[in-house]
């Protein structure tokens, strides 16, 4: 079956834009997640999405970082002002539940100039 | 606290040989710990998991051990092969939280 999908899977922005990455998690996986990839790392935790709710949103950097899952399938993250650090890969995943295995999509590589 | 310490951060082995990466972590209340694969340009690939309710599991060629009392878990790749290079990372998820809280990566080679 179908995978987690991400779009765009690159995207080059200037400094002090506002991007939005779109998320498309598995079908009928009501768990869905939001990672952050810097080069040479481990995924850090951003936000969980429970249905349309985000119930836990301990990893979001600033206040420039806001996602939505407003029907409770398609997320999208939105970065407002981007700054060079924000440069990195982000991945989604989604799980059948919320403890459930995760599954990854293929990420959005952003780089912020 | 939530660090999970990864080792080795690279690891080079012959075609055919074993191959295995150690976790260890700290909080107690972690019950959940899958490996994941990535290879250039993709996302994490879930190989394998174990709960902490048992100590050891086997998926034909890969093998994860827990040691609850000494807080570690290890990735055991027998029979190596080419396709199996690629960089593994470790997790771990708390008792009652969503979040995993990944280890900083294992870059694994294996030689022809």
């Known amino acids: 079956g179908a995978g987690v999908s991400q779009t765009p899977s690159n995207k080059v922005t200037e400094k002090g834009k506002y991007v939005e990455l779109r998320c498309d998690p598995i079908s009928g996986h009501t768990a869905l997640y939001w990672y952050r990839q810097s080069l040479g790392q481990g995924p850090e935790f951003l936000i969980y999405f429970q249905g349309t709710g985000a119930a836990d949103d301990s990893g979001l950097p600033n206040d420039r970082f806001f996602a939505v899952r407003p029907e409770g399938s398609v997320s999208t993250l939105k970065i407002q002002r981007t700054e060079r650090g924000d440069s990195a890969v982000y991945l989604c995943?989604?799980?059948?539940?919320?403890?459930?295995?995760?599954?990854f999509g293929p990420g959005t590589r952003l780089t912020v100039t | 606290g939530e660090n999970v310490e990864q080792h080795p951060s690279t690891l080079s082995v012959q075609e055919g040989d074993s191959a295995v990466i150690k976790c260890t972590y700290s909080?107690?209340?972690?019950?959940?710990f899958p490996w994941y694969k990535q290879e250039l340009g993709k996302g994490p690939q879930l190989i394998i998991d174990?709960?902490?309710?048992?100590g050891e599991k086997k998926d034909q060629r890969i093998a994860v051990t827990l040691n609850k009392t000494a807080k570690h878990f290890s990735l055991h790749i027998t029979e190596t092969q080419p396709e199996d290079s690629a960089v593994y990372f470790c997790a771990q998820q708390k008792q009652g939280a969503q979040k995993l809280v990944f280890g900083q990566g294992t870059r694994l080679t294996i030689n022809p």
């Open positions: 995943a989604s799980s059948l539940s919320n403890t459930g295995e995760q599954y």
């Open positions: 174990i709960r902490s309710n048992v």
């Open positions: 909080d107690s209340a972690s019950n959940y």
